[in-house]
């Protein structure tokens, strides 16, 4: 689809992520403004142990302001490959390393305003690792069974995208 940029502007440049506003013709000839936030995309883990238990994380979220459960992922950083942040992040986040690393989807959160991708990484063969949370993270580690999870979802408890996203696509590979 040929969409001509006919403006581009910087709104603001985040440690994370920037905002642009585009001046943008569509192809059905309307000119619009649509507000884009830029990402570069992160990688999310659905770590499986031997027990068919999913280690998931009740984070405290600023902006949802509540602890929130989700699987561990995070942003990656300039250049870095995807399985490299997926790696990095499960030990950061869980305390927890895996042996097999499978990548098994990934997702657009929210394409309506971001172009944020995250690849979606299934984690396998845990060992223990030393844990490196970064300063704005607050959070308890925990293991569920599988099927917990799915009636977490479908209770409402679990609400994250791609936390849900995460675990449906695990549970077909590990089927």
């Known amino acids: 689809m040929d969409v001509k940029v006919n403006d581009r502007k910087l709104v603001y440049k985040g440690r994370v992520f920037n905002l642009f506003c585009d001046n943008v013709t569509l192809t059905n000839g ?47 950083d300039p250049e870095e490959p995807h399985i490299m942040c997926a790696q990095r992040e499960l030990i950061e986040e869980s305390g927890y ?14 394409p309506g305003y971001s172009d ?11 060992e223990l690792a030393q844990q490196d949370l970064d300063d704005d993270e607050i959070l308890n580690v925990f293991k569920i069974n599988i099927k917990e999870a799915f009636k977490m979802i479908y209770s409402g408890e679990i609400f994250d995208a791609k936390t849900i996203a995460g675990i449906f696509l695990a549970s077909a590979h590990l089927k």
Do not use: C, M
Not at 46 to 56: M, S, Y
Not at 63 to 70: H, M
Not at 102 to 109: S, Y
Not at 116 to 126: C, M, S, T, V
């Open 30 to 76: 309307r000119s619009v403004n649509l507000d884009i936030i830029r990402h570069p995309g992160a990688a999310a883990i659905v770590a499986v142990t031997e027990n068919n238990e999913i280690i998931l994380l009740k984070q405290y979220r600023y902006a949802a302001k509540d602890f929130i459960w989700e699987i561990p992922a995070g942003t990656l």
């Open 97 to 110: 390393s895996a042996k097999e690393w499978k990548k098994i989807g990934e997702i657009i959160p929210v």
């Open 116 to 126: 944020e991708k995250i690849h979606i990484f299934l984690a396998a063969g845990l």
